[in-house]
């Protein structure tokens, strides 16, 4: 933690609804004037889409099993030394995983692969991370306690599974079976390094942590079978609870870089 570099993280499973919460983020930003330097938890992925591939076949021939949710695929210790340097001296580097043809043809580089490491730009009031594992904790790394505000966006598993369906199949190119695929293999590491992820020290609970939570209210239950997002059925109640959430948010946002430390007490 640090009271001249503060650390937020939004973090979230594939498909929490941690990319719609982070919009929300970089509103608040521009209405108090801060200038954030942006992580995507995907740059900390160890392999390219053909590398994860070729990992994942190794590994079922080894009878066992990797994904994006666990340690084998992604730095954790690059992450928390990420977020321990911006601490420290309000610096650090970024790249992009990119995703799809859009994303990539900008570089003249094919989906799958990532961006070169870049310096974050100078000087910024902030660095803000959204990503999977803003809050994990191993016997290895604590990369939550070098967080000053942790936000973790929690969907029930419809929800969350429906949105990942829809959008890696229109906007990545993969296919449902594909997908689905995914999500089984990836249960272990769900379980053991995305969930507790969310709230990773209780005891920290009141003093700089606040949890999102998502509530599907349409009738669904298969979420592989979901064509589309759940719709608000009484959709005049968003422009009361829209305010106050962005609000409480906003106030989060200015303790974390007012009073870094003690951001929620």
Same mark, same amino acid.
């Given at each position: 933690?640090?009271?001249?570099?503060?650390?937020?993280?939004?973090?979230? /499973?594939? @498909?929490?609804?941690?990319?719609?919460? /982070?919009?929300?983020?970089?509103?608040?930003?521009?209405?108090?004037?801060?200038?954030?330097?942006?992580?995507?938890?995907?740059?900390?992925?160890?392999?390219?889409?053909?590398?994860?591939?070729?990992?994942?076949?190794?590994?079922?021939?080894?009878?066992?099993? =990797? /994904?994006?949710?666990?340690?084998?695929?992604?730095?954790? @210790?690059?992450?928390?030394?990420?977020?321990?340097?911006?601490?420290?001296?309000?610096?650090?580097?970024?790249?992009?995983?990119?995703?799809?043809?859009?994303?990539?043809?900008?570089?003249?580089?094919?989906?799958?692969?990532?961006?070169?490491?870049?310096?974050?730009?100078?000087?910024?009031?902030?660095?803000?991370?959204?990503?999977?594992?803003?809050?994990?904790?191993?016997?290895?790394?604590?990369?939550?306690?070098?967080?000053?505000?942790?936000?973790?966006?929690?969907? =029930?598993?419809?929800?969350?599974?429906?949105?990942?369906?829809?959008?890696?199949?229109?906007?990545?190119?993969?296919?449902?079976?594909?997908?689905?695929? /995914?999500?089984?293999?990836?249960?272990?590491?769900?379980?053991?390094?995305?969930?507790?992820?969310?709230?990773?020290?209780?005891?920290?609970?009141?003093?700089?942590?606040?949890? @999102?939570?998502?509530?599907?209210?349409?009738?669904?239950?298969?979420?592989?079978? @979901?064509?589309?997002?759940?719709?608000?059925?009484?959709?005049?109640?968003?422009?009361?609870?829209?305010?106050?959430?962005?609000?409480?948010?906003?106030?989060?946002?200015?303790?974390?870089?007012?009073?870094?430390?003690?951001?929620?007490?």
């Amino acid at each position: 933690m640090s009271a001249k570099h503060p650390v937020i993280a939004v973090t979230g /499973s594939s @498909g929490a609804g941690t990319t719609t919460t /982070s919009l929300a983020f970089r509103k608040i930003f521009a209405q108090l004037n801060l200038h954030a330097a942006e992580v995507e938890g995907d740059s900390f992925h160890r392999y390219t889409r053909p590398e994860m591939d070729m990992a994942i076949r190794k590994a079922r021939d080894q009878g066992k099993h =990797i /994904s994006y949710f666990g340690p084998e695929a992604n730095d954790f @210790g690059l992450l928390e030394q990420t977020f321990v340097d911006y601490g420290r001296h309000g610096k650090g580097q970024s790249r992009k995983y990119l995703h799809t043809y859009d994303e990539a043809v900008p570089w003249n580089q094919v989906p799958g692969t990532f961006t070169p490491w870049q310096p974050l730009p100078e000087p910024t009031d902030v660095l803000f991370y959204e990503g999977l594992h803003g809050g994990v904790v191993t016997p290895q790394h604590d990369v939550a306690s070098h967080v000053d505000l942790l936000v973790g966006v929690v969907p =029930i598993v419809n929800l969350e599974w429906i949105q990942k369906l829809i959008r890696d199949t229109s906007e990545r190119g993969h296919s449902r079976e594909a997908v689905m695929d /995914s999500v089984v293999r990836s249960m272990e590491d769900y379980i053991n390094f995305i969930t507790p992820a969310i709230f990773p020290h209780p005891y920290q609970l009141s003093a700089r942590a606040d949890g @999102g939570h998502l509530q599907s209210v349409c009738r669904q239950s298969d979420p592989l079978a @979901g064509r589309e997002l759940c719709s608000d059925p009484f959709p005049q109640s968003a422009e009361y609870r829209f305010p106050l959430a962005v609000g409480d948010a906003a106030g989060l946002v200015y303790l974390a870089h007012e009073h870094p430390g003690g951001a929620g007490r």
